[in-house]
Structure formats: structure tokens, C-alpha cells
């Protein structure tokens, strides 16, 4: 009896060393950023021997959220930082939307409706999603140049659209797939239309796999930034991570408020994976497995 | 009688999307269901796409594209991509960049993984709760959380060390090419490993216990079960992992830009990099697009041998 608990509480410590190395390896990268955001510029560089923070302040979060430029301390990004934060939310809530509502259709025929030219179709879908961002932006740029959409949340919105929309209709069939089909059935021998069908069972079936898929949508686009940086870097549309390219090229780098951008920037998204951990982790392995 | 004629005869688009009763077809439905996708995918992909072929074939630059004149280069783009050394190293350092990624990640992946596998254990839920975070980070933000631990100023990696008296003066991580490269490794694998993490565990909680314990009558300790049970059945989504980051770690962008920009010298140039530099920084869209297209053929083979995969499976 004492051996079968001796080797019982082996196992607890192996699976505690285990899972603490792999917390490490998770959290102590962010934790970094959290303790080189919390103090002033001046804290920072006095406190160079030693990782732990010598004082705890807010004021670098502060001065972003308000947007304050008083303080000539402080390298001008400060002021663009309410303005970038609004500009992601629209462009990110917009794009989730509609892939979001168009990808359904699409994923739903693919799911449900064996249509003529399915298969060939569903490998045009999935061959778009592995097209490389970079062979896109060149062209997109000089055609958004020549329709005036260049620098507008217009023209974001509308690329971040045609390229996440692939992925939407990908992970949202899995999720029609997963769904038993014996509903949409007996709609059907109750007299109600295909279109009916759609609209009236499966959309209300299906909310929690589209709430997954908008929040992977909303945070992939909110995260983007090869498309923002190349279509849409002026300063009255630059979303997050497009303010945070332009500290790269900063003559002397203040590490102090570039990590409280970086903290506020990946606060709400990290925050959506984490309460919606659940949800998002299967259409994350859904997606990947099948697309 | 003309009104009653239109009645037995519906239009053509009426008969079409409506059919009998007012149902449509399963032909007519799917068409209907794929307008918006086929316009978005066709006016925001293979336009581009194809608007991307025409550019590298061109003679484009800013000042060609002013006059409205680009005249046709053939394939001197391509050639002179391909017959720039910086190119080609880039192109090299791409691949050894995106296959050592994937395996790190493949590695500490399949660790975080059986971590939270140790189902017996309360710590394995907390390990389940977080696991996603690092993927939630924008990529950018990675690259300067990396940045400042790597700084040689005040950079945490450098503090941490020398209160541990481990160095006597700061290192200089992304002034040495070759630290400067890990650099970048380092911080693009911690933000992917989620993925690898995920896929593991699913496959994992997959494989059913009694062929542990049978293993373990037969005397097999854990280091046997785990190289001669847990690896094998792990193959397929290793593949799948393997073929699909490796198509995407060639994208490697954003961790670049921020870590080094690609320097010191060049020894951070990314493939990706290479073509924004060209086509932004030097305004040249027509070898900026060429070197893109390279890229895109390179990943178009893992895209293809992954989709290959996919759809065996899916026929399975």
C-alpha cells in the first residue's frame, strides 16, 4: 500500500516540475514585459543589474491611454496611441464580421450541399490560404494607390477580408461538419426550405462555433501587420501593431513605454484567447488538423 | 392572359433560385451561398496574385509607374533576383531558419503538451488555461518583448545573468550574427509553440491508457513507452505540423522586423524581408514582386504536399 502511494506522489512531482517548466517557458517572456513596463525610462537604465522592478508606477499606461504629449520625456507616439487602439478595434470587429458572415455561407455549402464541383472548389479555397502575404501587398498597394483607398480603414478592412476568408471558411466547415445533421432533417420533411434551413436551425446551432471563429478572425486581424504597415501607415488610420513598427526606427529605443504599448496591445487579445481558451482551442485543432 | 402566362412561366432567374415550391436546388443554393466568396477570393487573391506575375515581368518603379509606361522585362527580374547573392543567402537562411523553428517548436510543443497530459495532477489545468497566450500575442509585440530581453543595455536576459554571476559584462545578443539569429528563432518559436502544443495534446488525450498499462506488465519503463508507443502514434500529426508551419514559418516577418530589421549586416535577412525591403524601402515593385514569387513557389510546395495530405486523410 505505501509503495502504490510512494509512487503516487512520484508522479505528482514529476507532473509539477513538468507543467512549472512549461509555465516558465510560457509566462516569464510576458512577465519580463509586465516588469519593463511598470517603470519609468529612468528606473530602468539606473537598474541594470538585477531584473526585479525598483519602483511600480502607471504612469507609462497612463500617458497611452490618455494620449498625453505634455511630457517632452516621452517619444510622440504617445499622442497617435488612442487613435491606433480605435483604429484596430473598427478595422478588426469590421473584418470578423463579414468573413465571418460570408465564410458561413461558403463553409455551409461545403459542409452540407454536395454541389457539382465541390471537391475542385474546396482545394481552390484551401490552396488561396497558403499564398504568402508579401506576393499580395506589392500589387494590392499600387491598386489601392490608383482607387484612392490607400491610408483608409476602407481599403484595410476590405484586404484583411479577401485574405482571412480562406481560413473562416475552413475552420467554420469543420465546425458544420461536426454538427448532427437530424435537425436540418427534420426541418426539411417539415416542408422548410434549404435556404430556411440554413438560416432558421443550423445559424442558431452553430453560435458557438462562429463565435470561436470571430474571435480567432477578430484576433488575427487585430495582430496583423504586414498589411496595415504597407497599405495603411499614415497616422490617422495606423492600427496597434503599425504604432509599434514605427518605435523601431527610433534613434534611441525607450524600452519603458515601448513595453507598456506592446502590454496594452496584446492585453485584449490575449485576454479573448484565455476567456474563450475553450472554444477557440477547438476550431484552432479543427482547422489545423483538417485545413 | 399574358399574366396568367407569366405565372406558368417564371423567369428564367426565378425558376433558377427558386425552383419548385419556392426550394432551391442543392446546385442553385450552393451557387447562390458562394457569390461573395468567389468575388471576394477572385477580386482580393487571384487578381492580386495575378497583378503580382505581371509586375515581376515588367520594368516597375516609381518612376515608371508615375509615367503610367512599364515596359515588358520578360524574366530579367527573375534573373536578377536569382543572381543576387543576397538572394540567395536570404533564400537559404529562410529554409534553415523555418525548419530549425519547427522543430524547436515540434520539441517544446510535444513538452508543454505531455504536461498537460498529467491529467492526474491539478498544476496540468493550469498549464491547460495558459498554453494559448503566447499565439494571442501579436507578433509584432513578440518581437519587442524579445528585443528588450535581449537588449545589451538593460535587456532582462542580461540582468537576470549577471545578478546570477553567470557574466561579468553584457552581452551583445543581435550585434553577433550567429546570437542574433537564434535571437530571432527564439522569439518566433515561443510565439508559435501553442499550435504544436495544442495538436500534441488532442493526439495525445487520443491514445487510450490501456496500452500503457500493458505495456508496463510487460515491463517497459517510461523512457521504452515513450520512444516505442508515444512517438510512433504521433507520426501523422507531426506530418501534419511539420509540412503546414514549415509553409508558414517561411513567412517569417514580424519578429524579424522588430528583433534585428534584418542586421547585423545582413545575417537576418528573411526571404519575406528581402521582398518588402525591395518593393518598399527601395521602390522597386518589379524584383520586390519576383523575389516574392520565388518564395511563393517554395511555399507552394509544402502547401501542396500538406493539401496531398489533407484531403488522403479526409478521404480515409
Given at each position: 500500500m505505501s509503495h502504490i502511494s510512494k509512487k503516487a506522489r512520484r508522479r505528482q512531482l514529476i507532473a509539477w516540475v513538468w507543467n512549472l517548466a512549461a509555465l516558465a517557458f510560457i509566462l516569464i517572456p510576458i512577465l519580463s514585459l509586465l516588469i519593463g513596463s511598470i517603470q519609468s525610462e529612468k528606473a530602468l537604465i539606473s537598474n541594470m543589474e538585477t531584473p526585479l522592478p525598483k519602483e511600480i508606477t502607471l504612469r507609462n499606461f497612463i500617458v497611452l491611454i490618455t494620449g498625453d504629449n505634455t511630457d517632452a520625456n516621452y517619444p510622440v507616439q504617445v499622442e497617435h496611441?488612442?487613435?491606433?487602439?480605435?483604429?484596430?478595434?473598427?478595422?478588426?470587429?469590421?473584418?470578423?464580421?463579414?468573413?465571418?458572415?460570408?465564410?458561413?455561407?461558403?463553409a455551409y455549402s461545403l459542409a452540407r450541399l454536395p454541389f457539382r464541383g465541390r471537391n475542385a472548389y474546396s482545394f481552390a479555397v484551401l490552396a488561396t490560404r497558403m499564398v504568402p502575404l508579401i506576393a499580395l501587398?506589392?500589387?494590392l498597394f499600387i491598386t489601392l494607390r490608383n482607387l484612392g483607398l490607400l491610408n483608409t480603414l476602407t481599403g484595410l478592412i476590405v484586404t484583411q477580408v479577401g485574405f482571412l476568408l480562406p481560413f473562416t471558411i475552413w475552420l467554420l466547415r469543420a465546425y458544420f461538419e461536426s454538427l448532427p445533421g437530424d435537425m436540418e432533417e427534420a426541418a426539411r420533411v417539415d416542408g422548410c426550405t434549404r435556404l430556411g434551413t440554413f438560416f432558421r436551425v443550423v445559424v442558431p446551432l452553430s453560435a458557438p462555433g462562429m463565435s470561436a471563429t470571430f474571435v480567432i478572425t477578430f484576433l488575427l486581424t487585430w495582430n496583423e501587420l504586414l498589411i496595415p504597415i504597407t497599405l495603411g501607415a499614415s497616422k490617422e488610420v495606423q492600427t496597434l501593431p503599425v504604432l509599434l513598427a514605427s518605435f523601431i526606427s527610433d534613434y534611441s529605443l525607450q524600452y519603458s513605454i515601448i513595453n507598456a504599448t506592446a502590454f496594452l496591445a496584446l492585453t485584449p487579445t490575449v485576454i479573448l484567447a484565455l476567456l474563450l481558451q475553450k472554444y477557440v482551442v477547438a476550431g484552432l485543432t479543427a482547422g489545423a488538423v483538417k485545413g | 392572359?399574358?399574366?396568367?402566362?407569366?405565372?406558368?412561366?417564371?423567369?428564367?432567374?426565378?425558376?433558377?433560385?427558386?425552383?419548385?415550391?419556392?426550394?432551391?436546388?442543392?446546385?442553385?443554393?450552393?451557387?447562390?451561398?458562394?457569390?461573395?466568396?468567389?468575388?471576394?477570393?477572385?477580386?482580393?487573391?487571384?487578381?492580386?496574385?495575378?497583378?503580382?506575375?505581371?509586375?515581376?515581368v515588367h520594368e516597375v518603379t516609381l518612376s515608371t509607374l508615375r509615367s503610367g509606361e512599364t515596359p515588358f522585362a520578360g524574366l530579367k527580374n527573375y534573373f536578377t533576383v536569382l543572381q543576387d547573392p543576397l538572394f540567395l543567402t536570404t533564400l537559404g537562411r529562410?529554409?534553415?531558419?523555418?525548419?530549425?523553428?519547427?522543430?524547436?517548436m515540434l520539441a517544446i510543443g510535444l513538452f508543454v503538451a505531455m504536461g498537460m497530459n498529467m491529467e492526474h495532477s491539478r498544476i496540468s489545468y493550469v498549464t491547460r488555461a495558459l498554453v494559448l497566450m503566447p499565439w494571442a500575442v501579436p507578433p509584432i509585440a513578440n518581437g519587442l518583448m524579445w528585443s528588450f530581453i535581449f537588449n545589451s543595455r538593460y535587456g532582462h536576459l542580461n540582468s537576470t545573468l549577471y545578478s546570477l554571476g553567470l557574466i561579468d559584462s553584457f552581452i551583445r545578443f543581435l550585434s553577433d550574427p550567429t546570437?542574433?539569429?537564434?535571437?530571432?528563432?527564439?522569439?518566433?518559436?515561443?510565439?508559435?509553440?501553442?499550435?504544436?502544443?495544442?495538436?500534441?495534446?488532442?493526439?495525445?488525450?487520443?491514445?487510450?491508457?490501456?496500452?500503457?498499462?500493458?505495456?508496463?506488465?510487460?515491463?517497459?519503463?517510461?523512457?521504452?513507452?515513450?520512444?516505442?508507443?508515444?512517438?510512433?502514434?504521433?507520426?501523422?500529426?507531426?506530418?501534419?505540423?511539420?509540412?503546414?508551419?514549415?509553409?508558414?514559418?517561411?513567412?517569417?516577418?514580424?519578429?524579424?522586423?522588430?528583433?534585428?530589421?534584418?542586421?547585423?549586416?545582413?545575417?537576418?535577412?528573411t526571404a519575406a524581408w528581402y521582398s518588402y525591403w525591395t518593393s518598399f524601402r527601395l521602390i522597386r515593385f518589379d524584383t520586390g514582386s519576383a523575389a516574392a514569387f520565388i518564395l511563393a513557389v517554395v511555399i507552394g510546395f509544402f502547401a501542396w504536399v500538406y493539401i496531398r495530405f489533407v484531403y488522403r486523410r479526409m478521404e480515409e
Open positions: 496611441f488612442p487613435r491606433a487602439f480605435l483604429n484596430s478595434a473598427i478595422v478588426s470587429l469590421s473584418t470578423a464580421f463579414l468573413t465571418v458572415f460570408f465564410g458561413a455561407l461558403s501587398v506589392i500589387p | 392572359m399574358s399574366a396568367s402566362a407569366a405565372k406558368s412561366n417564371p423567369g428564367f432567374l426565378t425558376r433558377f433560385f427558386l425552383g419548385w415550391r419556392g426550394d432551391l436546388g442543392i446546385n442553385q443554393l450552393a451557387f447562390l451561398l458562394n457569390i461573395p466568396t468567389v468575388v471576394i477570393l477572385i477580386l482580393l487573391i487571384a487578381y492580386p496574385l495575378g497583378y503580382a506575375f505581371y509586375l515581376s529562410t529554409l534553415v531558419m523555418g525548419l530549425l523553428s519547427v522543430f524547436l546570437l542574433a539569429f537564434m535571437a530571432v528563432i527564439i522569439a518566433y518559436v515561443w510565439r508559435v509553440v501553442p499550435f504544436s502544443a495544442l495538436l500534441y495534446h488532442a493526439a495525445l488525450a487520443g491514445i487510450p491508457k490501456e496500452i500503457y498499462e500493458a505495456a508496463e506488465v510487460d515491463g517497459a519503463n517510461s523512457w521504452q513507452q515513450f520512444w516505442r508507443i508515444t512517438l510512433p502514434l504521433l507520426r501523422p500529426v507531426t506530418a501534419v505540423l511539420l509540412i503546414l508551419r514549415t509553409a508558414f514559418a517561411l513567412m517569417i516577418f514580424d519578429e524579424v522586423f522588430a528583433l534585428t530589421s534584418g542586421g547585423p549586416g545582413d545575417s537576418t535577412w
